[in-house]
């Protein structure tokens, strides 16, 4: 099917407000094939993948171990009953998870309840966070994205998504300001410590750093303040890495850098390299806290809960992370990364802002105000993606561009780039 042909079909028969289509020759491209950092689309045209698509390819697009061990699973099993009967491989994804997280930290076990989406992680980990204390509420963070369900989208702070829905979502969220700079502290601590004195708060929900808010790196500290803090007052700390797990960050998971252990963990995305399939690990005395054990129907579950091939998936996904040291990979490719980047817009440093760990990386852009360089972000997204790279802008504004790419990345496609986004700013002049 030609790349028109795939357009029209999706203007008629996809819900208009899904598939972005400009009445434009360039944007969307359609895939075809994706492998390692290169994706091509059905005109045969290749591109390098600096999103990793949405983070969710860590290792890389559809690595050859991960693609087999899926294979395998359909041909022997390709569905369970997720909650009923169960099969061999949730246990072991189980297993490894607890291993990966609560284990490596030295906190006893850690027990997981499976989910399909991130988003339904987040809604596990805040449900496990108030049914473990007893209390109704949850803490977040603005400009924080947690997903876009109905019990997600609380705590999802962007009116774009949630504005329409304000009426009927649940306001059991209370929202408090995500610390930049390290003088932001005392007062996201003030407002934390009053809000977790009423008692009402069962929970405190933040990603270590806030991905599609911009790629916003707290400074270091900003995990073990909630800690504290958390464990001041007897609410449970809920760590969203959907986004920062699995390597992205240059750790496993982004709480690794301050040694900070949440009480429940939300993954997802790179968990699988590509199946829809996520997970709240929770330390296992919290879960088992939380959860009563079930007595023939479970409380909270899904048709799909630890899919079968999502499970094995999984498995052959975390199996390589660890052979291939891919989380340190990303801690070394990221600093030459950043490093680059740096130099490249040291010419414009009053207006471009590199900020990120490990493989996580922001470039915003600003006008000579400070404004928000919407367009301008835009516009440089759009000419990378017929230079052949994806990439995407993220914030608010939609001003900063997000550099997920697969951990696999080389020095070579780091430097080609940049070397190419160098050019495209530059050129652009002041706007
Ligand atoms: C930190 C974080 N949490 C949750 C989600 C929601 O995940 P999903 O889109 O799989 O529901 C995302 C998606 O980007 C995310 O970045």
């Avoid at 042909?5 to 969307?28: A, F, H, I, K, M």
């Avoid at 689309?41 to 890389?60: C, E, Q, R």
């Avoid at 697009?61 to 169960?86: C, I, Y």
């Avoid at 850690?110 to 988003?119: A, L, M, P, R, Y």
Wanted: charged share 25%.
């Amino acid at each position: 099917m030609t790349r028109e042909g795939t357009l029209d079909w999706l203007r008629r028969y996809e819900s208009r407000n899904v598939t972005w289509l400009p009445q434009d020759e360039g944007w969307p491209i359609v895939w075809e094939r994706a492998r390692g950092m290169r994706v091509r689309d059905a005109a045969g045209k290749s591109y390098l993948d600096f999103t990793a698509a949405f983070g969710v390819a860590g290792a890389g697009h559809a690595p050859p171990e991960v693609v087999r061990a899926g294979q395998l699973q359909m041909e022997t099993l390709l569905h369970a009953m997720g909650d009923v009967h169960p099969h061999a491989g949730k246990a072991r994804l189980a297993r490894q998870l607890s291993r990966l997280t609560f284990e490596r930290w030295e906190c006893g076990e850690g027990k997981t309840v499976f989910c399909n989406s991130g988003f339904e992680a987040v809604e596990a980990a805040m449900k496990s966070a108030c049914q473990l204390t007893g209390r109704d509420r949850i803490v977040v963070f603005r400009d924080a994205y947690h997903g876009l369900g109905y019990g997600a989208l609380v705590a999802t702070d962007r009116d774009h998504f949630r504005g329409r829905f304000g009426a009927q979502v649940g306001n059991f969220a209370h929202p408090i300001d995500f610390p930049e700079r390290r003088e932001e502290f005392a007062e996201s601590a003030e407002a934390l410590g009053a809000a977790l004195a009423t008692g009402q708060f069962g929970g405190v929900l933040t990603e270590p750093i806030q991905g599609r808010g911009g790629m916003k790196v707290p400074p270091l500290g900003f995990l073990a303040l909630l800690r504290e803090q958390c464990d001041r007052y007897g609410a449970a700390l809920i760590l969203d890495e959907i986004y920062t797990g699995f390597g992205r960050t240059g750790n496993w998971f982004a709480c690794d850098h301050e040694a900070v252990v949440p009480d429940f963990l939300c993954v997802g995305k790179a968990l699988t390299g590509g199946f829809p399939l996520s997970a709240c690990v929770g330390k296992q005395q919290a879960m088992d806290a939380a959860w009563p054990p079930s007595e023939g129907e479970a409380i909270h579950t899904s048709t799909f809960l630890g899919h079968p091939v999502g499970c094995a998936m999984a498995l052959a996904q975390l199996e390589l992370l660890e052979r291939d040291r891919l989380p340190e990979r990303s801690a070394s490719q990221g600093d030459y990364f950043r490093r680059l980047l740096h130099k490249t817009f040291a010419p414009a440093r009053e207006r471009v802002r590199v900020r990120g760990r490990g493989l996580m990386i922001g470039v915003e852009c600003r006008d000579p105000s400070g404004g928000p360089e919407t367009r301008r972000v835009g516009s440089l997204v759009r000419s990378l993606l017929s230079e052949g790279y994806i990439v995407l802008p993220d914030g608010e504004f939609g001003n900063v561009i997000g550099l997920t790419p697969p951990l696999v990345v080389t020095r070579e496609e780091i430097e080609a780039f940049t070397a190419v986004l160098g050019r495209l700013y530059f050129e652009g002049g002041d706007q």
